[in-house]
């Protein structure tokens, strides 16, 4: 169609535009922009005005982040979420990668989509439900794994759920309801790379763990970037799983482990919501920064 039609009386004239293009893309933003406001910018700005003032609502500086530092919880804290960090995110580059992989070679023999789904099916679950599943799973008297707990020399729940046995308890937890929504993408990332690529390494020769570590990783660098950016954000949020399992070991792990918790702490116990902002506002800072460290360093924006 010409860009100009003609009038009944013959004069041309110009087709109409729409008056907004792409006003349906931009109504699904709009809608997500709200939801930003009032559930991340405005309780983050609220939390650096606490951070920053003190109980008379006047500025204080950075006393209520020394305060928190003093805290004999404070640094113990700190450890237990770097130790559960470490343990978290490198079970989840590995693990996750290396399944998708697994599950793209066998894509042609159609068990691909069972595995997908059986992977899939623990994120359905909330944080909370998921940590009850666990809490059953680890009670040597009524888990259908007893015998397993038992052979491993453990005969009661406070045994299973010492405090030098929880770090490795909350990332199998956290990997149990979430790598399989990032075994999903990963899958869905491996099947982008254009089957050409491929072809051509196995001609050249290249099996199947050459192929992985030289064409399919690299080119899934920004999605594992991605992932452990956000995985990163999550597992200093950590909050739930101690939190249930302080209470349902009567102690024995503590409501104090996480920074989260202390922070909670701080403000429902101790009534310093000025403190446990601090915490907050330090929380959100070391995730931005790391966040900026790895785009940076991986060149997550760069064009391909």
Known sequence: MSAATTSRAGAPRTARRAPWP????????????????????????????????????????????????????????????????????????????ALALLLHRLSARGVSKALRFLYYIPGALAGAASVMVWLFLLDPTVSPASFLLRALGYDTFGQVVAPGHLPILFTLIAFWTGAGGWIVVMFGALNNIPHDIIEAARIDGAGAWQTARRIQIPLLRKWIVYMTILAFAGGTQLFVEPQLLAQASVGVAGRDYSLNQLSYDFAFQNNDVNTAAAISVELLVIGLVVAALFVARSGFFDAD
């Open 22 to 97: 792409g006003r349906a893309g931009h109504g699904f933003v709009a809608a997500y922009v709200l939801l930003l406001i009032a559930f991340g910018v405005v309780p983050t700005v609220y939390a650096l005005y606490f951070a920053f003032t003190s109980v008379d609502n006047r500025f204080s500086g950075l006393s209520n982040f020394a305060t928190a530092a003093r805290d004999f919880r404070y640094l113990p804290a700190v450890g237990h979420v770097a130790l559960y960090l470490v343990f978290w995110l490198a079970s989840l580059v590995v693990f996750v990668v």
